[in-house]
């Protein structure tokens, strides 16, 4: 079994950063793909970043030039570098993380607020 540990969320006001962390623990070989996703209230769950093995970045359009993904593979964990916040970056982020090629892991989610 694999778990996810996120933290780094909290209030922030526009124009602001902050930084989501992520850590995986249980029994890991590999780490294949890792993604940060978020849901808004009263919207569907949406791609945020996703970073594969070969470190190919893939981000969604509203988040372009103010998010970064990174990783350390030494710490089994996922980043996102959240910069120029807006209030409509508000929402429930959660990490993801495709483990030993199979298997498919959520976070538990974080909360983000941005105040305008």
């Known amino acids: 079994q694999v778990h996810l540990v996120e933290s780094g969320g909290g209030l922030v006001q526009t124009g602001g950063s902050l930084r989501l962390s992520c850590t995986a623990s249980g029994s890991i070989f590999s780490i294949n793909e890792m993604g940060w996703y978020r849901q808004a209230p009263g919207k569907e769950r949406e791609l945020v970043a996703h970073?594969?093995?070969?470190?190919?970045?893939n981000y969604a359009d509203s988040v372009k030039g103010r998010f970064t993904i990174s990783r350390d593979n030494a710490k089994n964990t996922v980043y996102l570098q959240m910069n120029s916040l807006k209030p409509e970056d508000t929402g429930v982020y959660y990490c993801?993380?495709?483990?030993?090629?199979?298997?498919?892991?959520w976070g538990q989610g974080t909360q983000v607020s941005v105040s305008s």
């Open positions: 993801n993380m495709r483990v030993n090629f199979y298997s498919n892991y």
């Open positions: 970073l594969t093995i070969g470190s190919s970045t």
